[in-house]
């Protein structure tokens, strides 16, 4: 059976329509390009503060990453801490990993505070080994995350896997706790409901196509009309574009995609992932998975590319023949859905934040931006208020650009660095 080329998280909840299009306003204070987990909260938040707000978004309000993730709501940064350590010094450290332990916090807060159904639980995070080397690499991480940020992650030894995992594809795993998971769709509607009832107005169908500084103002041009505001406010992640070139040129967009299996028995579901986690392997070219209403959500990064009709399919074999990897049990199961969403990967891998030419920006999540976006859009949104988003802990490093300057928006590189990928792979 060939799968559905649709995003399975779709299914399960009304995802915000283009049905009942708001005409747009004239004037607003503030303008948030971006209809995702950043854009909507940070109009939420600026709403709540009593900042006339509305959202510009290209396609339907949560139409991007935001609804077609895995849901994983994660502890730390998608580079290492010791990384991050070395890097930037231990006071930022400290202050970066805390942000991500308050941003888990922060959409449990939401989920709970806005009533929202979607699932939201501390499943926890499994991180598995793929060689004997990467487990040896766990024990040193658990004495160091309890040294440099008193945070407890926990060994699961090779013999113990099965507590934790029902497949013999890894050498031992590392646990913490503290990580949840959610559907994303699901949540996503939610917050954009509770964005509404905060004040701000959603805008579908409102692509920005230009943006204009004239003196303290700015001149935003869309494909249905034109608005007058005082600042802006961009959230657009993997789909940023020429509307604002200076952003474009740092970050890179990356796709991702996903399997959904058809529903498998209690049974088999217990035996894949007894305590129901948030799975990634330990590999550059890494696959990520956790089940939902009984069926296994299985990720990677099979192509490069953001999604297109190509990519999706041939992503669909290559996710089957991964997954039949880690659970061969799985071998007869129907793939009923795959689908494929685009990442925003920096050049240093860091997620930004900061004021370029007066536009604000949080950008640059690298695939762990479920927890991580709802957090900056917040806060990004008050600093924005406070005018001191120069203290913020994400905007206290440089936001490189590509070395020698080699990028203007268009992905040239990625087949290299896929390859790249693979090669470290092979090798580390
Ligand atoms: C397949 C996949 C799996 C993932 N899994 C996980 C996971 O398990 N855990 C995790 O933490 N993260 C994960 N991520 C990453 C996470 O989904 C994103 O980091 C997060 O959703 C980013 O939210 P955002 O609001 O910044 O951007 P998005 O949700 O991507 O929203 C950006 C929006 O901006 C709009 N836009 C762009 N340009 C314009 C314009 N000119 N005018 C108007 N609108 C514009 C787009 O249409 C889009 O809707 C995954 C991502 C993908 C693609």
Known sequence: MTPTQKIYWHTTVQMPSDSNLTPLPEKVDVAVIGGGFTGLNAARTLAKRGVNVAVLEAETIGWGASSRNGGMTLTGLKVSMQTVIKRYGREIARKLFQCSLDSVATVEQIVKEENIDCGFSRYGHLVTASKPAHYEGFKAEVDFMAKEFNHAVRLIPQKDLKSEIGSDAYFGALVDEVSGGLNPAQYVSGLARATEKAGATLHARAHVNKLERRGKRFFIQTQRGALEVESVLVGTSGYTGSATKQLQKKIIPIGSFIIATERLS???????????????????????????????????????????????????????????????????????????????????????????????????????????????????????????????????????????????????????????????????
């Open 266 to 428: 209690d049974e088999l579901v217990h035996e894949l992932s007894p305590k129901n986690r948030m799975i990634f392997d330990s590999m550059h070219y890494l696959n990520y998975f956790r089940l939902w209403d009984n069926r296994m959500i299985f990720g990677g990064r099979a192509a490069f590319f953001p999604e297109n009709k190509n990519t999706i399919a041939r992503s669909a074999e290559i996710l089957r023949r991964e997954m039949l990897e880690v659970y061969p049990q799985l071998k007869n199961v129907n793939i009923e859905y795959v689908w494929g969403g685009t990442l925003d990967f920096a050049f240093d891998m860091m997620t930004h934040v900061g004021e370029v030419d007066g536009i604000y920006y949080s950008l640059g999540y690298a695939g762990h931006g479920v927890a991580m976006a709802t957090y900056l859009g917040k806060t990004v949104a008050e600093a924005m208020l406070n005018g001191n988003i120069k203290e913020h802990p994400f905007s206290q490093f440089n936001f490189p650009g590509a070395p020698l300057g080699l990028y203007n928006g268009y992905p040239w590189f990625l087949p290299f660095a896929g390859a790249w990928h693979k090669i470290l792979d092979w090798v580390e």
